[in-house]
């Protein structure tokens, strides 16, 4: 089967770095997405990975491993505003999107 | 209207009530999808549209019916619901069928069955 597993829950301090780690199996990869989720909002885009390596875009950036079916997403100097569940999403074979059941991050002053 | 919108955003329904979703969106977006969220999962496809005309089942199609006449519409029914359909459903949107391109949602509607 297909599957994607990331943390459920993870805590940070504000003005820290930290890691939401992200494994995959799926049939096939057509490259991996990471999203931000507010509470009772829509998930909005943040990266796309389908080649190895990192993609920086400001205070985030993303890691990919395909040998490894591992990702990762890198917040750093972290703001409380970042407070939110981070969705990684795997582009199958079929160019369908599996889901990973997102990880809450909860940000501390 | 900006992006993709969905209405209504909250809904309680009767079990065995007829009901629709709606989706519209202007940034003229071949892909649509509908999706269902729910605590502990993740977003589960419904039933998808590549292009006008045209649609698939996703995950978890059963009790769920989907048109795409033109480009800009893309709505849900549930023809009979049932408990088991209550979660946040959310519509989105991407310029090229299989989502190899960033992904747009609507801001969902929250659905409660009894």
């Known amino acids: 089967g297909q599957n994607i597993d990331q943390p459920t829950e993870m805590t940070a301090t504000e003005g820290a770095i930290v890691q939401i780690n992200c494994t995959y199996q799926?049939?096939?990869?057509?490259?991996l997405f990471w999203y931000q989720q507010h509470a009772g909002e829509a998930p909005t885009f943040l990266s796309y990975?389908?080649l190895d390596g990192l993609e920086e875009k400001g205070r985030f950036s993303s890691f990919l491993s395909r040998s490894k079916g591992y990702s990762y997403l890198l917040l750093k100097e972290l703001q409380m505003k970042d407070s939110a569940s981070y969705l990684c999403?795997?582009?199958?074979?079929?160019?369908?999107?599996?889901w990973g059941a997102g990880t809450k991050l909860i940000i501390k002053p | 209207i900006a992006g993709i919108t969905q209405a209504p955003t909250s809904q309680i329904l009767a079990a065995g009530r007829r009901m629709t979703l709606r989706c519209t969106q202007d940034?003229?977006?071949?892909?649509m999808y509908w999706y269902r969220q729910d605590l502990g999962l993740g977003l589960r496809l419904i039933h998808y549209?590549?292009?006008?005309?045209?649609?698939g089942k996703g995950e978890v199609p059963d009790g769920y019916s989907v048109s795409r006449a033109n480009t800009d519409d893309f709505p849900l029914t549930l023809a009979s619901a049932v408990p088991s359909q209550t979660s946040v459903y959310f519509c989105?949107?991407?310029?090229?069928?299989?989502?190899?391109?960033?992904?747009?949602f609507g801001q969902g509607t929250r659905l409660t069955v009894v």
């Open positions: 799926t049939s096939g990869f057509n490259g």
């Open positions: 940034m003229r977006h071949n892909a």
């Open positions: 990975n389908v």
């Open positions: 989105a949107s991407s310029d090229s069928g299989g989502m190899a391109t960033e992904a747009f």
């Open positions: 999403a795997v582009l199958d074979s079929n160019y369908q999107l599996i």
């Open positions: 549209s590549n292009t006008a005309g045209t649609t």
